[in-house]
């Protein structure tokens, strides 16, 4: 069993940056793959970004893509979304997720997760 916790949600003003974290529970944080998904209401789930297990391989969304980076401490049990060139279409409440995924193809499906977090709300305001 893996909790996720999510933080580093807020307010930020577009252009601007925010990093946020996710901290999992139990030892075999470095076992998954972990993912960032983001919903508005009225909306599906969508992916962001995921990493590896062992942080060698990252994949974005092409919307996120050359402004968001994944990362990984295994050593902290934690994920990070850096997140930067924030847009008003970036606003929603992201989600980290953790999967034993091993294809990367696989990386953009809710279904390849088993774990998800309760959420942490980004705001970025025009």
């Known amino acids: 069993q893996v909790q996720l916790v999510e933080s580093g949600g807020g307010l930020v003003q577009a252009g601007g940056s925010r990093r946020l974290s996710c901290v999992a529970s139990g030892r075999t944080f470095s076992r998954y793959a972990m993912g960032w998904f983001r919903q508005t209401p009225g909306k599906e789930r969508e992916f962001v970004a995921a990493?590896?297990?062992?942080?060698?391989?990252?994949y974005y969304a092409d919307s996120v893509k050359g402004r968001f980076t994944i990362s990984r401490d295994n050593a902290k049990n934690t994920v990070y979304l850096q997140m930067n060139s924030l847009k008003p279409e970036d606003t929603a409440l992201y989600y980290c997720a953790a999967g034993v995924i091993f294809r990367v193809s696989d990386f953009p499906s809710l279904g390849a997760y088993d774990y998800w977090g309760q959420g942490t709300q980004v705001t970025v305001s025009s």
């Open positions: 990493i590896y297990w062992n942080g060698g391989t990252t």
